[in-house]
């Protein structure tokens, strides 16, 4: 049989401290353990001994308890806290976990792998997927694009949309202001003369109106049914082309097409994955930073037309107030089920006291500009210059709205 002397070892494997019971008495004696030669190496003030590797007896690991270390055919024992250190000494002793243990770490293992693969899905999906599509989507040529929207107005209009029953000649104000908003803005060159408004009815949608990543603009009859005034249904079409000027169709064209991809290669089902392209198409869902840069270019537009972005607040609350009504109604009857520009259009509240906030002339920069004008003295020669400086500055934070 082979014996391991203290003497004898080479290659010692680190040195734990651990507790000595030897069998006949309760008290613990301090210890430090080692592996080498095979053996296990006590060390203790009362001295050293080595048991081989095949007589020692670990106890399984249980939650945070010590774990006792036994030795064949003796009552004596060790007794060691749970550490890597510990598990790498029982490697180095040839000792393997049994096979629950063994199942059990497997099984975190998988568990802790899978939601690690999930968070990095989630994170693609949520972060990865809006970046990329952000990053493309000026990059998308607008003819394609308006390919893709003519035929999905097609579609809405075989099964969704009914003519139109606005008079002619509030049609004719509406797209009269929805040009000025739209005239000479760069932001919107891409889609040349792509930009236009549509107007259509559709009871089954509710009040709404939304923009097409072609350009098209569509205005439905339900939302200029209400109680609002031109001014605030500009505002409404100014906030429709932020859309387009923010190119958010396009990116959610593209995200929608990546997410319908992945469905149909994983499910291998694609005419479910264009349905949902087209679902996606029509519920103009955008997402909050969307929602909050079309509010700011249709603050900024009309700004640009001595108007106050409360406009689009006001019309807003008036959406609201339908949306709650047609909410009270539908609980006696059948559920919902169709969408309006509220319901794809989320935190309500925080956007009207958002747009309550801007003036009709940023008044900051107002305020600021006053104050030079004051101070300037004409004298200094430098007076003109700064005040077309100031000019600029002013024009470029109407634009981008302060
Ligand atoms: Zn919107």
Redesign the pocket.
């Known amino acids: 049989m082979y014996r391991c002397s203290i003497q004898k070892h080479s290659g010692l494997v680190m040195s734990l401290d651990a507790f000595y019971f030897d069998g006949r008495g309760s008290r613990r004696h301090p210890v430090r353990l080692a592996a080498g030669d095979g053996c296990l190496l006590i060390e203790g003030e009362n001295g050293a001994r080595a048991v081989p590797a095949a007589n020692v007896r670990a106890s399984e690991p249980q939650g945070r308890a010590p774990r006792t270390l036994r030795f064949a055919g003796e009552a004596a024992f060790c007794e060691i806290g749970q550490s890597a250190e510990l598990d790498a000494l029982l490697a180095a002793l040839g000792q393997r976990d049994s096979i629950a243990v063994r199942l059990q770490k497997r099984w975190r293992w998988t568990i802790g792998s899978l939601a690690v693969i999930g968070a990095m899905l989630a994170a693609a999906y949520f972060w990865g997927l809006p970046w990329g599509a952000r990053m493309i989507a000026p990059h998308v040529p607008i003819a394609l694009m308006r390919g893709v929207s003519k035929e999905a107005l097609e579609r809405l209009d075989k099964h969704l949309f009914k003519p139109t029953a606005l008079p002619e000649a509030r049609r004719q104000r509406l797209t009269g202001g929805f040009r000025a908003l739209a005239a000479n803005d760069p932001a919107l060159a891409a889609y040349g003369e792509g930009v236009i408004l549509l107007f259509r009815a559709a009871p089954r949608l509710g009040p709404n109106a939304?923009?097409l990543p072609g350009g098209q603009v569509a205005l439905l009859d339900e939302l200029a049914g209400l109680d609002m005034d031109d001014a605030e249904i500009l505002a409404v079409l100014a906030?429709?082309l932020?859309?387009l000027a923010g190119r958010?169709g396009v990116r959610q064209f593209i995200q929608s097409s990546v997410v319908a991809a992945f469905g149909a290669a994983w499910f291998g089902d694609v005419s479910a994955a264009a349905a949902a392209l087209a679902a996606a198409l029509l519920d103009?869902g955008?997402s909050r930073d969307?929602?909050r840069e079309?509010?700011d270019y249709a603050a900024a537009a009309l700004q640009r037309q001595g108007q106050s972005p409360a406009l689009l607040a006001s019309a807003l609350e008036k959406l609201e107030t339908a949306h709650r009504a047609k909410t009270r109604r539908n609980e006696d009857g059948p559920a919902g089920g169709y969408l309006d520009?509220l319901s794809?259009?989320p935190a309500t509240g925080e956007r009207i006291r958002r747009l309550r906030a801007m003036r009709r002339v940023p008044p900051r920069r107002m305020r600021r500009k006053a104050k030079n004008l004051f101070n300037r003295g004409d004298h200094d020669g430098h007076g003109e210059k700064r005040e077309q400086k100031l000019d600029a500055e002013f024009t470029e934070d109407m634009e981008k709205n302060f």
Do not use: P, R
């Open positions: 939304f923009a906030h429709e932020g859309h958010h103009s955008h969307m929602e079309a509010d520009w794809s259009h």
